[in-house]
Antibody
Framework: EVQLVQSGAEVKKAGESLKISCKGS????????IGWVRQMPGKGLEWMGI????????RYSPSFQGQVTISADKSITTAYLQWSSLKASDTAMYYC????????????WGQGTLVTVSS | QAVVTQEPSLTVSPGGTVTLTCGSS?????????PCWFQQKPGQAPRTLIY???NKHSWTPARFSGSLLGGKAALTLSGAQPEDEAEYYC?????????FGGGTKLTVL
């Protein structure tokens, strides 16, 4: 069974660093991309970026380039999203999603990680 | 960056049919944008309904279908059920760069 399991909720202060995770299981981790999606409170989905753990090749939406870092450790089948200095505006739910580039499918989603940043 | 547009809200009667659309600021949406459609209910993670314009997952109810219509991607719901009340998002690919639409809040009433 394919699963993406994300790390738990985080409460941080502005200026702190953070790394959240998305662990894939039940499939060949290095054969699929992992994307990250932001959802601010009461708002829509925003595409942040994507990584191919097999390379690793990462690509960012212009809105998030330089604001976050996407990485992966294929040895533990885990993708990461990290911030070096959080802002209150980073408060949101973050989802990871698996992407099959051969079928252009975004099929399995993580359960989400809620990040709360106080100013 | 392109802007992807969806109807902010739509209402459908139970058993009725409704079409949600997904347009692009760059022009007509084509199969080369690989449109995907996602359903999100309150407090839940999104769920993928349609990928690559028309393809369904095993978990996609048969009453949902994807297409291209009038230069936009479209999601048609035929025979709406109360459990279909949700937010629906489309996602388009622009040579690998992805952009979500703003979402459509679908009410079944």
């Amino acid at each position: 069974e394919v699963q993406l399991v994300q790390s738990g909720a985080e409460v941080k202060k502005a200026g702190e660093s953070l790394k959240i995770s998305c662990k894939g299981s039940g499939y060949s981790f290095t054969s699929y991309w992992i994307g990250w999606v932001r959802q601010m409170p009461g708002k829509g989905l925003e595409w942040m970026g994507i990584i191919y753990p097999g390379d690793p090749d990462s690509r960012y939406s212009p809105s998030f380039q330089g604001q976050v870092t996407i990485s992966a450790d294929k040895s533990i089948t885990t993708a990461y999203l990290q911030w070096s200095s959080l802002k209150a505006s980073d408060t949101a739910m973050y989802y990871c999603v698996r992407h099959d580039s051969s079928s252009e499918d975004f099929d399995y989603w993580g359960q989400g990680t809620l990040v709360t940043v106080s100013s | 960056q392109a802007v992807v547009t969806q109807e902010p809200s739509l209402t459908v009667s139970p058993g009725g049919t409704v079409t949600l659309t997904c347009g692009s600021s760059t022009g007509a949406v084509t199969s080369g944008h690989y449109p995907c459609w996602f359903q999100q209910k309150p407090g839940q993670a999104p769920r993928t309904l349609i990928y690559d314009t028309i393809n369904k997952h095993s978990w996609t109810p048969a009453r949902f279908s994807g297409s291209l219509l009038g230069g936009k991607a479209a999601l048609t719901l035929s025979g709406a059920q109360p459990e279909d009340e949700a937010e629906y998002y489309c996602l388009l690919s622009y040579s690998g760069a992805r952009v979500f639409g703003g979402g459509t809040k679908l009410t079944v009433l």
